[in-house]
């Protein structure tokens, strides 16, 4: 009798991981991939060798383990194509039909007298071409982007700047937070009928200067930062991936390995990087210091809610420990002896909304990427409310406990988006987004801690690619000067067709 090569268990284990990350090569890091299929990967060899225990065959036990791995990982997809409004009531017939499908399944092939080497060379086949398909999605994408790594190192090059580095003031600790659209005072008085007054008065109150009329460069978080991060604007990525590119490598990698950070680092600071469990700011391997709070990140989440083990996973409540972790992390970085630059990216008050206004769960909290979460305006209000508690609390503590007096940045990376009629996902085919709708996503809260006296080159209107030009030539007498603050709208369909909306009135 011939003997069968059993392979396919191993690569329906690893397929649907590849497929995922190849459907979202440019958000994902390749690291990402390491733990999920080192498990699958583990736990497939664990039931291959019990199966063949049991069975005395290794087709049959190949077969059967590869039909459970696919109803495992198929399980979300189908509760999802099949099941509109799926709520954890539901789980349990889906459950049974999956239980009865596999059990079905594993009779026939444990009754059969069959010859499966056949069979088994085809399951073999078959799970080959699926991940070949994913990695040729992925190789084409790694080739396409090999020139614009190319053009972004010679626009590096040319960018490089000249520091007097004797001239560096004493190094005071740097906290660069991200509060993911928290929208300005204006926008939520206008349009939230809320007044932020209190917060902004704390802020004033211990030294903080408000830029009320600040605006946001542009309106998507990994332009934003890639902007803020890099000091300069990123229009000319539109000549590097094209205008039609939807490619997000580049700006990701930009926020990674960023100017500013190397800025400071070369001046003796430790770079102290949370993870926010989001694409670029999940993890940085430049960072001395990777401050992890979940336990699974945006990638690992999203491939657990395909699985079987979705309805068993509450990833509202991880999330919610995560971010509570990270403020209480960001209180104790202080203790570090050398100069800091912390650089949090806190992903609320955006959606997922899950707290209240006075940290209590949300219920039935969703992890959604449409453009509708944002129209939950009370949703969206309650855990804006309940994230100025927290920064409060993180301000008195982190002023409380520094010897000396450091400098820190409360950014948002862009507004929110109730007023839009449309997912900010889907570019506006034959539409433009109206002033009321560019007042709400442009203008941001942005706030300055710069002692001693750096508040005074301060001013209303100062958006984030020009905070740290300020900060480097007010500390560091560095020669970067400012840009004129400008802003830019594009969709997520067409992130580089840049429309400059500065000037709203005239739009």
Not at 439 to 452: D, G, Q, V, W
Request: proline fraction near 5%; hydrophobic fraction near 40%; aromatic fraction near 14%.
């Amino acid at each position: 009798m011939k003997k069968s090569f059993i392979i396919h268990p191993f690569l329906f284990a690893i397929f649907p991981i590849l497929f995922l990350f190849s459907h979202n090569v440019d958000q994902v890091s390749y690291s990402e991939l390491l733990l999920p299929s080192a498990i699958v990967l583990g736990f497939t060899l664990l039931l291959i060798l019990l199966s063949r225990s049991i069975f005395k065959d290794n087709n049959k036990a190949g077969i059967i383990v590869s039909l459970f791995l696919i109803l495992f990982f198929s399980y979300g997809h189908v509760r999802d194509l099949i099941i509109a409004s799926f709520t954890p009531g539901k789980n349990k017939y889906l459950l049974i039909a999956w239980g009865l499908f596999f059990t079905y399944g594993a009779y026939l092939t444990i009754r059969t007298r069959r010859n499966l080497h056949n069979f088994t060379n085809t399951l073999n086949i078959v799970a080959l071409s699926i991940v070949l398909i994913s990695l040729l999605t992925i190789g084409v994408y790694e080739f396409k982007t090999i020139a614009t790594w190319k053009d972004r190192k010679s626009t590096e090059d040319r960018a490089t700047n000249t520091i007097d580095l004797d001239n560096a003031a004493t190094l005071r600790d740097i906290y660069y937070i991200i509060l993911d659209g928290y929208a300005s005072s204006s926008t939520l008085k206008e349009v939230y009928d809320y007044d932020n007054q209190p917060f902004i008065d704390y802020l004033t109150a211990k030294g903080f200067y408000v830029a009320s009329k600040s605006r946001c460069n542009y309106p998507t978080t990994f332009l934003s930062l890639a902007s803020s991060l890099n000091m300069e604007y990123i229009n000319y990525l539109t000549d590097m991936v094209g205008i039609e590119s939807k490619d997000q490598a580049v700006p990701y990698q930009m926020i990674r390995n960023s100017k500013v950070m190397n800025f400071l680092k070369s001046k003796g600071y430790k770079f102290i990087h949370f993870s926010s469990g989001w694409g670029p700011t999940d993890h940085n391997r430049y960072a001395d210091l990777d401050v992890h709070c979940s336990i699974a990140n945006e990638f690992q989440m999203m491939l657990i809610q395909t699985t079987i083990l979705s309805p068993l996973f509450f990833k509202e409540h991880f999330r919610r420990r995560a971010l509570l972790c990270t403020f209480s992390k960001l209180a104790e970085v202080y203790k570090i002896e050398e100069p800091i630059f912390v650089f949090s990216h806190i992903t609320s008050p955006h959606y997922p909304y899950l707290f209240g206004a006075n940290g209590e769960p949300v219920p039935r909290a969703t992890l959604k990427i449409s453009g509708s979460p944002w129209k939950q305006k009370e949703n969206y209000l309650n855990q804006l409310i309940f994230i100025s508690k927290k920064v409060e609390m993180l301000i008195d503590e982190i002023l409380s406990r520094s010897e000396v007096p450091p400098i820190i940045i409360l950014q948002a990376d862009h507004g929110p988006a109730s007023t839009f009629t449309e997912s900010l996902l889907l570019a506006y085919r034959g539409k433009r987004p109206t002033k009321n709708m560019l007042r709400e996503r442009t203008t941001i809260f942005n706030a300055y801690y710069l002692p001693p006296d750096g508040n005074k080159l301060l001013y209303n209107s100062i958006t984030p690619v020009n905070t740290f030009r300020l900060v480097f030539d007010f500390y560091f007498h560095a020669n970067y000067g400012l840009l004129g603050d400008q802003s830019y709208y594009s969709t997520y369909d067409r992130p580089y067709e840049f429309i400059n909306v500065t000037d709203i009135e005239k739009y």
